[in-house]
């Protein structure tokens, strides 16, 4: 069929004209003098289909934003930094600015009739109040950091902070929306295995069991919903994502080391192989972003969904949920003790080390269509540097070791700040547009990085890592208390840099079956304090030395808690009861 032109022009003005976030839709809103409609969307958010599907379906609407504003639409997954400085409490975020970007008013879902009236306010307002539009974003996000040293007195706090938040009916934090707050979960298990704090175990399995056997579990095709909408996790949205699902793998993981319970380990697997089913590209390597919420699909049982299409996968490799699963698939391979989950982490982490035809890392996602796409965030500098670090702890490999380091060194070369410490969550160049000029110091990626550091510094034998990763520490030792129980990432790194690692320093030939009984035997222990460093008697007798360690006595392994050292071992087998007694002095 051959359409003329009116045809096409009036098929486009029958939908609304979205163009990207960028320079171009910048200078258009200013060379014509409109305001900007930025609808923050996800490929997996109902409300946004629904908005799509009504508001921005509606021919006044249509007509308004097309005729008066610049509309410009952003994946929050692939735009995180746009989505920190513009969201308005949920997706979709419906934001107006004016045409400097500065926020004029806004909010998540709004029906056809309200979102026109909103559209007419917004013009009005804008009419008379254009040029005078001052930013809604404070100058500074983060207080002076308290000339004071960093103690134990913020991380029992924080672990006040996740006890009196604690659900005890229900588990979780607060009530609904209950979402799982991962973070929180990491952190009570840390302090009952490092504190004895039989309470935490309590926050722990409680949430983890009701989470487990309720509505937010899939327990058809497995994997985990987004959250609950209800306080007794019975009853999900049903978007599965990407983060989630790797997070909550690890804090399964981890409690199954910690407790043994089957249900732990069984939901664990239960992850891993909805994961590998709906969520990866066995081919090549990749974790995808999510799958859509789809309510009538996740309420059949298996023969009617098996009739039904699945919901729609968004295929978009990022490089900050590939980091996670790499981390939580390594575990998973070592405590369910499946090789081929394992190896298919190595594959993934080896592909997304390859995407960037430059070589230049990281970058935030890549799609078939679109290539590398957004490069130097920090999210994704602290997430790869962690999975370089597990990857090397994994197969013993120096590759992964030094690409952890270049990967350090380049984020502190781009990212921090030389002057007030901590680091920044983009790059300097990509600062120019709008509320992207104010480059942010966000306390999770901030506390992420700095504990990645710290690994690397132990590993290394290299101090200004410690120092730097300390100082942005610091910047929100008078700030981490407005952070509630989202403050246990904080919590998390301060813990290792107040406390020390657990590092376990294995000396043997590389390929020796002794070398891989050890190996397998250290990261089989808990991770959460836990280190691993791998020397070979032939090559690093020097460090060896400068250690204290007796090189000759190899095969042998080192238990360190701080700088209290045990004897030297010889069988991986006691590798538990030596941490343990280095715990109890």
């Known amino acids: ?63 308004s934003v097309n005729k008066n504003f610049i509309p410009v639409r952003v994946d929050t997954d692939k735009r995180p930094d746009v989505n920190r400085r513009y969201n308005m409490g949920g997706w979709p975020t419906t934001a107006f600015l004016d045409n400097e970007g500065r926020i004029i008013t806004g909010g998540t879902y709004i029906p056809p009739q309200q979102l026109r009236e909103v559209l007419r306010s917004v013009l009005d307002f804008y009419g008379t109040n254009k040029g005078k539009v001052g930013s809604k974003l404070q100058s500074t996000r983060i207080r002076p950091a308290k000339n004071e040293p960093l103690s134990d007195k913020i991380t029992k706090d924080v672990a006040t902070t996740v006890a009196v938040n604690f659900d005890i009916d229900y588990g979780g934090f607060g009530f609904e929306p209950k979402f799982p707050h991962t973070e929180a979960l990491e952190y009570a298990l840390l302090r009952y295995r490092y504190h004895g704090e039989k309470e935490m175990l309590t926050v722990v399995t409680k949430t983890l069991d009701k989470m487990g056997t309720g509505g937010v579990y899939d327990r058809v095709e497995q994997g985990f919903f987004r959250y609950s909408t209800t306080r007794d996790w019975s009853i999900p949205h049903f978007e599965k994502m990407a983060e989630d699902n790797a997070r909550l793998l690890a804090v399964y993981l981890h409690a199954f080391q910690i407790t043994g319970k089957a249900l732990y380990r069984d939901v664990a697997e239960g992850i891993v192989n909805y994961v590998n ?48 699963f790499i981390s939580s698939f390594l575990l998973s ?40 796409k957004l490069k130097g965030l920090l999210v994704d500098y602290a997430s790869l540097l962690h999975s370089l670090l597990d990857a090397y702890e994994y197969s013993g490999k120096l590759a992964y070791l030094e690409k952890a380091t270049a990967l350090a060194d380049d984020s502190i070369e781009k990212l921090s700040d030389k002057a007030t410490e901590g680091f920044y969550d983009i790059p300097l160049d990509a600062s120019s547009l709008g509320e992207l000029k104010m480059r942010d110091k966000p306390i999770d990626e901030n506390s992420l990085m700095a504990k990645g550091l710290m690994r690397l510094s132990w590993v290394l034998e290299r101090a200004e890592y410690a120092t730097i990763a300390a100082k942005a520490l610091s910047l929100f030792n008078e700030d981490y208390e ?16 107040i406390n020390g690692p657990i590092g376990i320093t294995i000396i043997a030939s590389p390929k020796s079956k002794e070398s891989g009984a050890f190996k397998t035997g250290c990261l089989k222990l808990y991770p959460g304090r836990r280190y691993v460093r791998y020397l070979d008697p032939g090559k690093d007798l020097d460090q060896i030395g400068r250690l204290g360690f007796d090189g000759a006595k190899a095969p042998v392994a080192y238990v360190c808690a701080g700088k209290t050292c045990g004897p030297p071992i010889n069988d991986p087998s006691v590798l538990e009861t030596t941490l343990s007694s280095l715990l109890a002095q």
Not at 22 to 35: H, I, V
Not at 291 to 299: G, L, M
Request: aromatic share 12%.
């Open 1 to 63: 069929m051959i359409l003329d032109n009116h045809t096409v022009v009036g098929s486009l003005l029958n939908k609304i004209q979205w163009l990207e976030w960028g320079k171009e839709s910048f200078e258009k809103a200013q060379s014509l003098g409109r305001p900007i409609l930025l609808d923050i969307t996800g490929s997996w958010c109902h409300w946004c289909h629904v908005m799509d599907n009504t508001s921005y379906s509606d021919p006044a609407v249509i007509d």
């Open 482 to 497: 407005r952070y509630g129980v989202a403050g246990a990432s904080y919590a998390l790194a301060l813990d290792s840099y």
């Open 333 to 372: 391979s070592i405590v369910l003790d499946r090789p081929e989950v394992g190896k298919f982490a190595i594959k993934t982490l080896d592909r997304i080390l390859a995407l960037p035809s430059d070589g230049a890392l990281p970058f935030h996602y890549w799609k078939e269509d679109e290539g590398v």
């Open 277 to 324: 089913t709906s969520l990866s590209d066995s081919e090549h390597g990749g974790f995808f972003g999510s799958q859509d919420a789809d309510e009538e699909y996740y309420k059949l049982d298996l023969s009617k969904r098996k009739t039904r299409k699945s919901p729609a996968v968004d295929k978009t490799l990022y490089t900050n949920y590939n980091a996670l």
